[in-house]
């Protein structure tokens, strides 16, 4: 065809639904000033939404002429995350105000599931809606809910209810070491020994390989290791820091960066020195209201401090999608598409944002940076059990007496955690199960609380892992079927649709756990060993974990 034609017909912008005036306006004026770069298309439908309580046709046509985009690009943007509320001509818009309530599985033990139906019951559905939600990472404090921006721990229906009626839904920023408060104790001064060439590059890796930092993610990768790979491809360099922490049972993150967030920054800044990343890139999950105020106004303050060029880290927004964790999807998200998991080699080290290597990091890794460099290589590995390297913060809750955020070593054992970091079983409780690692590490039992909590070794071998070191205790009062079932529930509901393992794998798993009757075994196990080989990403291979220790530990409740 020829170019000139072709390129006459883009010129003509968004077909199909007519233009309507007034929506123009309104979106032109939320992005008077901004760039309109296609990287930040889910920027700008955070401000529709944030400002009128949905997507309506309208706005979404009026943001595709703005953008030069299809509608059916945005559409099919918007209608990927669970934040975003797509509203067709002639369709209903949402209720003001949103109500979510978390149904994982520590706040389903808590008794989310009759909170949910108290407030379907009590809530007027003209001026509010009440929604199921994943994980908040509000688990020690179950069941946990949200009042528009405002976070609930223990959350009841009365409470609910109350606080909807008086208004005043904007999240609450706890109390955390803020620029000036981390400065007064050296805050900030290795990153200027690391800069000025005080420190060197091979002194950080040499550092975090001798304190066997690992990725605290999820995956345990080296980290020093991990800046190598970067290092070793042609720049520009970028890097990310993955802050979406959805996996149900974590929270530990969110408890880090809501008390002293600028360790993780500063350990950031330090990493892209070492990689000689061009810009920082902060995806963080929207459950995390707080958390995101708090980011906000700590960058601007580096930059006021003239720490950081304006603009050098960069905060993203996450919009409701479990799979944006998963480290290339997440990717996809800072680029304003879809979290699709992408298809492995290449790894984002080499091929990542914007096609060029890329170093990405989870919150905790970070973390760790300062302490390690100041502290030496051999304090921080000696936090760690023999042979399991390092502190760790653990994510606990369920049905102990004391859960939380717990700094324990590396390798301890459930029963150690329990025992000696949680003040034991809650009272009438016998401990049963627990889930080493949230959702996708498995169930085991209780008769197998020796094993070291760590990646690879014993727990490996059991078909389980540590992952996010989320530790989520069940006890005699709780089903592992019925917790198997919220489990693969949550994974068939955020499965990204991408491959049908994994989308069909999930949904047929939930199936097959639903039936009555006695568990078709076979078809369990056939279906399972198709997820973990044919799944593109963690998501569907490791989504029936649980199902495998549910039928190899847990006979009895089938």
Same mark, same amino acid.
């Given at each position: 065809?020829?170019?000139? +034609?072709?390129?006459?017909?883009?010129?003509?912008?968004?077909?199909?639904?007519? !233009?309507?005036?007034?929506?123009?306006?309104?979106?032109?004026?939320?992005?008077?000033?901004?760039?309109?770069?296609?990287?930040?298309?889910?920027?700008?439908?955070?401000?529709?939404?944030?400002?009128?309580?949905?997507?309506? #046709? *309208?706005?979404?046509?009026?943001?595709?002429?703005?953008? #030069?985009?299809?509608?059916?690009?945005?559409?099919?943007?918007?209608?990927?995350?669970?934040?975003?509320?797509?509203?067709?001509?002639?369709?209903?818009?949402?209720?003001?105000?949103?109500?979510?309530? @978390?149904?994982?599985? /520590?706040?389903?033990?808590?008794?989310?599931?009759?909170?949910?139906?108290?407030?379907?019951?009590?809530?007027?559905?003209?001026?509010?809606?009440?929604?199921?939600?994943?994980?908040?990472?509000?688990?020690?404090?179950?069941?946990?809910?949200?009042?528009?921006?405002?976070?609930?721990?223990?959350?009841?229906?009365?409470?609910?209810?109350?606080?909807? /009626?008086?208004?005043?839904?904007?999240?609450?920023?706890?109390?955390?070491?803020?620029?000036? %408060?981390?400065?007064?104790?050296?805050?900030?001064?290795?990153?200027?020994?690391?800069?000025?060439?005080?420190?060197?590059?091979? #002194?950080?890796?040499?550092?975090?390989?001798?304190?066997?930092?690992?990725?605290?993610?999820?995956?345990?990768?080296?980290?020093?290791?991990?800046?190598?790979?970067?290092?070793?491809?042609?720049?520009?360099?970028?890097?990310?820091?993955?802050?979406?922490?959805?996996?149900?049972?974590?929270?530990?993150?969110?408890?880090?960066?809501?008390?002293?967030?600028?360790?993780?920054?500063?350990?950031?800044?330090?990493?892209?020195?070492?990689?000689?990343?061009?810009?920082?890139?902060?995806?963080?999950?929207?459950?995390?209201?707080?958390?995101?105020?708090?980011?906000?106004?700590?960058?601007?303050?580096?930059?006021?401090?003239?720490?950081?060029?304006?603009?050098?880290?960069?905060?993203?927004?996450?919009?409701?999608?479990?799979?944006?964790?998963?480290?290339?999807?997440?990717?996809?998200?800072?680029?304003?598409?879809?979290?699709?998991?992408?298809?492995?080699?290449?790894?984002?080290?080499?091929?990542?944002?914007?096609?060029?290597?890329?170093?990405?990091?989870?919150?905790?890794?970070? =973390?760790?940076?300062?302490?390690?460099?100041?502290?030496?290589?051999? =304090?921080?590995?000696?936090?760690?059990?023999? $042979?399991?390297?390092?502190?760790?913060? =653990?994510?606990?809750?369920?049905?102990?007496?004391?859960?939380?955020?717990?700094?324990?070593?590396?390798?301890?054992?459930?029963?150690?955690?329990?025992?000696?970091?949680?003040?034991?079983?809650?009272?009438?409780?016998?401990?049963?199960?627990?889930?080493?690692?949230?959702? /996708?590490?498995?169930?085991?039992?209780?008769?197998?609380?020796?094993?070291?909590?760590?990646?690879?070794?014993? !727990?490996?071998? !059991?078909?389980?892992?540590? $992952?996010?070191? *989320?530790?989520? +205790?069940?006890?005699?009062?709780?089903?592992?079927?019925?917790?198997?079932?919220?489990?693969?529930?949550?994974?068939?509901?955020? /499965? @990204?649709?991408? @491959?049908?393992?994994?989308?069909?794998?999930?949904?047929?798993?939930?199936? !097959?756990?639903?039936?009555?009757?006695?568990?078709?075994?076979? #078809?369990?196990?056939?279906?399972?060993?198709?997820?973990?080989? %044919?799944?593109? @990403?963690?998501?569907?291979?490791?989504?029936?974990?649980?199902?495998?220790?549910?039928?190899?530990?847990?006979?009895?409740?089938?």
């Amino acid at each position: 065809m020829n170019q000139h +034609v072709t390129a006459k017909r883009r010129d003509r912008g968004p077909k199909g639904r007519s !233009l309507d005036d007034a929506a123009l306006v309104e979106v032109r004026g939320l992005l008077e000033g901004l760039e309109l770069r296609r990287d930040l298309l889910i920027e700008f439908l955070h401000k529709i939404q944030d400002t009128y309580g949905c997507l309506s #046709a *309208a706005h979404i046509r009026a943001l595709a002429e703005l953008m #030069a985009l299809p509608q059916a690009e945005i559409y099919e943007v918007a209608s990927f995350y669970d934040h975003f509320d797509v509203v067709r001509e002639g369709e209903s818009v949402p209720a003001p105000l949103t109500i979510r309530v @978390c149904d994982s599985i /520590s706040c389903m033990m808590a008794g989310s599931e009759a909170l949910i139906s108290a407030l379907e019951n009590g809530a007027d559905p003209s001026l509010m809606r009440v929604v199921r939600a994943p994980c908040m990472g509000r688990c020690d404090t179950a069941p946990a809910a949200r009042v528009g921006d405002r976070e609930v721990d223990d959350a009841t229906s009365d409470g609910i209810l109350k606080l909807a /009626s008086e208004g005043g839904f904007d999240a609450v920023v706890p109390e955390y070491v803020n620029l000036y %408060a981390y400065q007064e104790y050296g805050g900030y001064g290795l990153y200027e020994k690391v800069r000025s060439g005080e420190i060197t590059t091979e #002194a950080l890796l040499e550092a975090l390989s001798d304190a066997g930092l690992r990725g605290l993610g999820g995956a345990g990768f080296p980290a020093g290791k991990k800046w190598g790979f970067v290092r070793s491809y042609k720049g520009p360099r970028l890097m990310t820091i993955n802050g979406d922490e959805g996996e149900p049972g974590t929270f530990k993150d969110r408890y880090l960066l809501e008390s002293d967030p600028h360790r993780t920054l500063e350990g950031a800044l330090i990493a892209a020195h070492a990689v000689e990343a061009e810009r920082i890139y902060f995806y963080m999950r929207d459950e995390y209201p707080a958390v995101l105020e708090i980011l906000r106004a700590e960058i601007e303050a580096l930059e006021s401090a003239e720490l950081i060029e304006p603009g050098y880290i960069e905060l993203r927004r996450g919009a409701g999608a479990y799979i944006c964790g998963e480290e290339s999807a997440m990717i996809e998200s800072i680029e304003g598409k879809r979290g699709l998991p992408r298809h492995r080699p290449p790894y984002i080290a080499e091929v990542g944002l914007f096609g060029k290597p890329t170093l990405n990091h989870n919150v905790e890794t970070l =973390w760790w940076i300062r302490d390690i460099v100041e502290n030496g290589a051999q =304090w921080f590995a000696d936090q760690g059990k023999p $042979g399991h390297p390092g502190p760790r913060s =653990w994510s606990v809750s369920g049905r102990v007496k004391e859960p939380g955020v717990k700094l324990a070593p590396a390798g301890i054992t459930i029963r150690e955690l329990i025992d000696d970091y949680c003040g034991g079983m809650e009272d009438g409780h016998t401990f049963k199960a627990y889930l080493p690692g949230g959702a /996708s590490g498995g169930i085991l039992p209780a008769h197998l609380d020796q094993v070291p909590l760590d990646f690879g070794g014993e !727990l490996a071998d !059991l078909g389980a892992f540590v $992952g996010s070191h *989320a530790v989520v +205790v069940l006890s005699d009062k709780d089903s592992v079927k019925e917790a198997t079932l919220n489990l693969l529930r949550f994974f068939m509901h955020e /499965s @990204c649709g991408q @491959c049908t393992p994994c989308r069909g794998g999930t949904e047929k798993m939930v199936a !097959l756990l639903e039936r009555d009757g006695p568990l078709d075994e076979e #078809a369990i196990r056939d279906l399972e060993a198709v997820m973990r080989d %044919a799944s593109i @990403c963690g998501l569907g291979q490791a989504a029936p974990n649980p199902v495998n220790h549910l039928l190899t530990y847990f006979k009895d409740e089938l």
